[in-house]
């Protein structure tokens, strides 16, 4: 079946703008999680989501990241007044909650450039 | 909270040898840990895990083991190959209803024929 998927897959921003960043998480899939990846890093939890509601945002770096998933599918993470320090890889990934529920699948990423 | 240290970062070998990558954790609540492969500009790839009731874990070349006492794990991937190089993570959770995943730094694999 089809994988996670994120669009869009880069986006170049001016310091100060507004970005939207969408994740597909694989169908059935309940849990949904965001991560940002610096480089030369591994990928930084950001937040979760169990359904429609955000389970675990403790990784949310400040009040200018938001994220939201409406209907328990697809996710979007928006970020406003974006800073060069915001550029990085962000990743969605999502997973069963279940007796094998442990494993998180990834999507490709957006690469965000915060000019 | 959990803290993942992964090493070495970077690791050369030559085709056919064994490659062993070490990590160590600090949450003994941790009971979930996978690795993933990650080539450049792709996606990390879960290539396996071990859960914490278990010591090793075999999926053909790779292995991993666990030792709860000392909070650390391994990788062992035998007979690497050249598309065996990649960026390979670490990472630990305490996996109760989905929780983050903590990972390591990575560490850069080069096979070379």
């Known amino acids: 079946g089809a994988g996670v998927s994120q669009t869009p897959s880069n986006k170049v921003t001016e310091k100060g703008k507004y970005v939207e960043l969408r994740c597909d998480p694989i169908s059935g899939h309940t849990a949904l999680y965001w991560y940002r990846q610096s480089l030369g890093q591994g990928p930084e939890f950001l937040i979760y989501f169990q359904g429609t509601g955000a389970a675990d945002d403790s990784g949310l770096p400040n009040d200018r990241f938001f994220a939201v998933r409406p209907e328990g599918s697809v996710s979007t993470l928006k970020i406003q007044r974006t800073e060069r320090g915001d550029s990085a890889v962000y990743l969605c990934?999502?997973?069963?909650?279940?007796?094998?529920?442990?494993?998180?699948?990834f999507g490709p990423g957006t690469r965000l450039t915060v000019t | 909270g959990e803290n993942v240290e992964q090493h070495p970062s970077t690791l050369s070998v030559q085709e056919g040898d064994s490659a062993v990558i070490k990590c160590t954790y600090s949450d003994s609540a941790s009971n979930y840990f996978p690795w993933y492969k990650q080539e450049l500009g792709k996606r990390p790839q879960l290539i396996i895990d071990?859960?914490?009731?278990?010591g090793e874990k075999k999926d053909q070349r790779i292995a991993v083991t666990l030792n709860k006492t000392a909070k650390h794990f391994s990788l062992h991937i035998t007979e690497t190959q050249p598309e065996d190089s990649a960026v390979y993570f670490c990472a630990a959770s305490n996996n109760q209803a989905g929780t983050a995943l903590i990972f390591g730094k990575g560490t850069t694999l080069s096979v070379s024929s």
């Open positions: 071990i859960r914490s009731n278990v």
């Open positions: 990934a999502s997973s069963l909650i279940g007796t094998s529920a442990y494993e998180q699948y």
